[in-house]
């Protein structure tokens, strides 16, 4: 399967630790994206990279999150300090940026719990 | 804030056309209409995106009105695998200087029955 990949799944942690997530994008995709989203609710944007560069952060990444892409090719995205309303689930899309609206294709996502 | 309007819910008969509606009323003229779907516990699946021309592909067919204003995904022999929320999204054409991230409304929960 040459899908967007993620991992773990799904992570159950404390509050207060520390969690990171791993997002593999479509081969050749240029385009990443991190998205959340909460129960009942459609995806909201998180950040964008563009290459290795994170072009764009929404007012949602609080200091706490922490995104990179070294290489241009995975990315991770990580929280610290979790607290209760980290609880979500973190999506991961990518896409070929080109002159052809070419779509994002979304991983299955890494559930978070927060106990 | 999602720039479209869709209803909340909606049912098809198994093997009916599903005919869901979007309203877009505010789209610009470089703006895409894109279709994703979401099945419980995965990840959002693109569908279909068009910008003025009605589209047609392997899952669905996307008609959209000649003012833009309003589009329509129409799944042509619904199963019960389509079962789903479906986002119909509002996009800047892709350029040097946006991002091109896309803003979620909620979505109609389409119930394909038997």
């Known amino acids: 399967d040459t899908g967007v990949s993620q991992d773990p799944r799904h992570k159950i942690t404390k509050r207060g630790q520390n969690v990171t997530f791993r997002c593999d994008p479509i081969s050749e995709h240029n385009r990443l994206y991190w998205y959340r989203q909460t129960l009942g609710q459609g995806p909201e944007f998180l950040t964008y990279?563009?290459?290795?560069?994170?072009?764009?952060k929404s007012r949602l990444l609080s200091d706490r999150f922490s995104a990179e892409r070294p290489k241009g090719s995975f990315s991770t995205l990580e929280i610290q300090r979790t607290e209760q309303g980290d609880s979500a689930m973190y999506l991961c899309?990518?896409?070929?940026?080109?002159?052809?609206?070419?779509?994002?294709?979304f991983g299955d996502g890494t559930r978070l719990s927060i106990l | 804030d999602a720039k479209t309007t869709q209803p909340t819910s909606m049912d098809c008969a198994e093997g009916r056309a599903a005919n869901l509606p979007c309203n877009h009323s505010?789209?610009?003229?470089?703006?895409?209409v894109y279709w994703y779907r979401q099945i419980h516990s995965q990840g959002p699946q693109y569908i279909i995106h068009?910008?003025?021309n009605n589209e047609t592909n392997e899952m669905a067919s996307l008609i959209i009105t000649e003012d833009r204003k309003s589009s329509t995904l129409i799944l042509p022999h619904a199963t019960l695998r389509d079962t789903a929320v479906y986002y119909c999204?509002?996009?800047?054409?892709?350029?040097?200087?946006?991002?091109?991230?896309?803003?979620f409304g909620q979505g109609t929960t389409l119930q394909v029955k038997p």
């Open positions: 999204i509002v996009r800047v054409a892709w350029s040097s200087s946006n991002t091109g991230k896309l803003i």
């Open positions: 505010t789209i610009s003229g470089n703006e895409y």
């Open positions: 990279f563009q290459n290795e560069a994170q072009l764009e």
């Open positions: 068009g910008l003025k």
């Open positions: 899309a990518s896409s070929l940026g080109d002159l052809n609206n070419q779509p994002q294709h």
